[in-house]
């Protein structure tokens, strides 16, 4: 069956490395709460990043984005938001495969704004949802289940279909970063595409 997902493109004002990529998803780590606002933390996979290159990790910069940002889960559309951001390309991983950096954001989001409340899920870091921007309705591969262990689904177009979702797998080398210290190792699957999210490896 074919899944749909949504066409993105970040627009950026001034970047050595040139905006998104069509097809950037990313995810949203609720990083605390108050009574009243969620603070998150929104992070895309390096491959996102228009010149980026396949082995080039070395990647130090931020960029400015002006446009919508969409949190979804496997119930389609979560909030909408639309403003100017300023996003830091940061370090987040070294192992085997190099020094790795990421786009990330950091926002304070009132919880009224949601249409359903979102909860962090601890063993994955206290990833809470996905994030997608810039919606334009295209076509993409069906998903390829390759884990048993679904954590999370999402629906990016609010069609009743899942079009993206993680799933942990255990690594050997029992040294994956940061808490808990579960050894689980977390993957981002698009169609039939899949990315780390968890820094693990020697």
Not at 34 to 44: G, P
Not at 79 to 98: A, R, S, Y
Request: include cysteine.
């Amino acid at each position: 069956m074919t899944a749909k997902i949504f066409l993105i493109i970040f627009s950026s004002t001034v970047c050595v490395y040139g905006q998104f990529r069509p097809n950037s998803l990313g995810v949203a780590y609720l990083t605390g709460e108050t009574t009243d606002s969620y603070l998150l933390t929104i992070a895309f996979p390096i491959w996102t990043l228009e010149k980026y290159k396949s082995g080039d990790w070395q990647i130090k910069d931020s960029l400015d984005y002006t446009g919508e940002i969409t949190f979804l889960d496997k119930d389609g559309d979560l909030l909408t938001i639309k403003q100017n951001n300023h996003f830091k390309v940061q370090f987040w991983c070294e192992n085997d495969g190099g020094t790795q950096f990421r786009p990330t954001l950091e926002m304070s989001i009132q919880k009224k704004k949601f249409k359903r409340k979102i909860n962090g899920i601890n063993e994955i870091q206290n990833i809470a949802c996905f994030v997608i921007t810039n919606r334009i309705d295209i076509k993409m591969e069906a998903l390829d289940n390759l884990s048993k262990d679904i954590k999370l689904k999402g629906d990016s177009n609010n069609d009743g279909q899942i079009d993206c979702f993680l799933w942990t797998y255990y690594d050997e080398a029992e040294n994956c970063s940061g808490e808990p210290k579960n050894h689980l190792g977390i993957r981002l699957q698009i169609g039939k595409e899949h990315f780390s999210l968890r820094c693990c490896g020697p």
